[in-house]
């Protein structure tokens, strides 16, 4: 049997250089992780005292687990690289792996590649994958050659609106408070795409209604999106119930669209014909940006 994705899994290495980070947060400090979620996480190499802030307390620790949140910053210059895997607390293990040129369509982990690695079409480099830190991915792993451990697990997408569609808006009961209004962009993203498409952004909660087919294993949530500001932050909730925090902290004014995907698990949907997603971002936090909305349901 051939293990399942969870919808929440995801693998980041945070790798600066120098006096480089995430960014400089209100107290000074150069932050060059920070995560949502529960995981695991390790650090690689560090040339400055690195401090490890992990679900409220601090602590030093190698590698150290999490159930909320991670921060990570150094006390000084210096390199440092520091590998998260959120959703799991081991890596998934398995004998069956398989090599793939080129492309590999399915959901599964990849545990090594040859170039650059791009899951899922994020326009986004994935970190280099090992078998301490496979790289899951949900529909697609892109390399000039692959290996991969394949999933029990198809994605189906399952809806798809854009924020420029009224009709589509209308259809599914989307409200919102404190919005701007939608602008075209035309800008790049990251791996160099070039793209042109609606955004907006808002403060307060926007919340729409979602058809889920009959079984699932839980959801994933993409929005395509403007990182001008960063550190964009919301709460999730499915029919009035906390799911957790979504939380994009980087930010590109030059290469300004980005995909954040964002999961929900199946404890939220099973047995539900439809439900309620509201996305409510706190006071203080940047403005949620949104352009394009996909969901797409995890099914074994």
Request: hydrophobic fraction near 45%; aromatic fraction near 10%; charged fraction near 25%.
């Amino acid at each position: 049997m051939r293990p399942t994705l969870l919808p929440q899994e995801s693998v980041r290495r945070f790798r600066f250089f120098g006096s480089d980070g995430l960014y400089v947060d209100h107290l000074g400090r150069r932050v060059v992780a920070d995560v949502e979620g529960a995981g695991v996480a390790w650090v690689e190499v560090t040339e400055a005292p690195l401090y490890l802030v992990r679900d409220e307390g601090t602590e030093a620790s190698f590698r150290t687990p999490f159930t909320q949140s991670l921060l990570a910053h150094t006390g000084g210059p210096g390199d440092v690289s520091v590998a998260v895997m959120v959703g799991r607390d081991q890596p998934v293990q398995s004998l069956d792996v398989i090599e793939a040129p080129g492309k590999f369509a399915g959901a599964g982990w990849v545990v090594r590649a040859e170039g650059p690695l791009i899951v899922d079409e994020r326009h986004d480099f994935a970190p280099a994958p090992s078998e301490a830190l496979p790289v899951p991915f949900f529909r697609i792993a892109e390399a000039a050659r692959l290996w991969i451990v394949p999933a029990e697990t198809r994605c189906e997408m399952i809806d798809r609106f854009s924020i420029d569609d009224t009709l589509a808006l209308k259809a599914r009961g989307w409200r919102v408070q404190n919005i701007s209004k939608v602008n075209l962009l035309a800008s790049r993203f990251i791996d160099g795409d070039s793209h042109s498409g609606s955004v907006a952004s808002h403060l307060n909660v926007a919340a729409w209604r979602v058809s889920l087919p009959e079984a699932n294993d839980g959801l994933l949530l993409r929005k395509t999106y403007d990182r001008f500001h960063g550190r964009q932050r919301a709460r999730v909730h499915v029919d009035g119930r906390f799911v957790g925090w979504w939380y994009e902290p980087g930010q590109d004014r030059l290469a300004r669209w980005a995909v954040s995907d964002f999961g929900i698990p199946a404890e939220f949907t099973t047995g539900k014909s439809q439900i309620e997603i509201a996305i409510d971002p706190p006071a203080g936090a940047p403005l949620w940006s949104v352009g394009e909305i996909s969901i797409w349901a995890l099914r074994a």
